[in-house]
Nanobody
Framework: QVPLVESGGGLVQPGGSLRVSCVAS????????MGWYRQAPGEQREWVAT???????TYEDSVKGRFTISRDNAKNTVYLQMNSLKLEDTAVYYCNTVPWAQNYWGQGTQVTVSS
């Protein structure tokens, strides 16, 4: 069983919005801080946002005010609402625990911002 499954990516114009989702299996989600990460072409994977068990959130500076991370504990799901998207947000988006666990990486979901 795949530990984490991301979905919801797609093609969007600059300034547009998109929401990506991540469903966790087993005991991965419960009691853990969850995060979103992204990897742009030719770049290293980078952290984007974190939500802890109590719902406190933190963001990488470039997405503050534009992205919102949330979680639904009943559904073992974490979301990333992305607004005012920019060309530089183009990347494969992944979820994982915070700190990340190597064996939890899923296939990610591609977000492409293009006019």
């Amino acid at each position: 069983q795949v530990p984490l499954v991301e979905s919801g990516g797609g093609l969007v114009q600059p300034g547009g919005s998109l929401r990506v989702s991540c469903v966790a299996s087993g005991g991965i989600f419960s009691g853990k801080a969850m995060g979103w990460y992204r990897q742009a072409p030719g770049e290293q994977r980078e952290w984007v946002a974190t939500i802890n068990v109590g719902g406190i959130t933190t963001y990488e500076d470039s997405v503050k005010g534009r992205f919102t991370i949330s979680r639904d504990n009943a559904k073992n799901t974490v979301y990333l609402q992305m607004n005012s998207l920019k060309l530089e947000d183009t990347a494969v988006y992944y979820c994982n625990t915070v700190p990340w666990a190597q064996n939890y990486w899923g296939q990610g979901t591609q977000v492409t911002v293009s006019s």
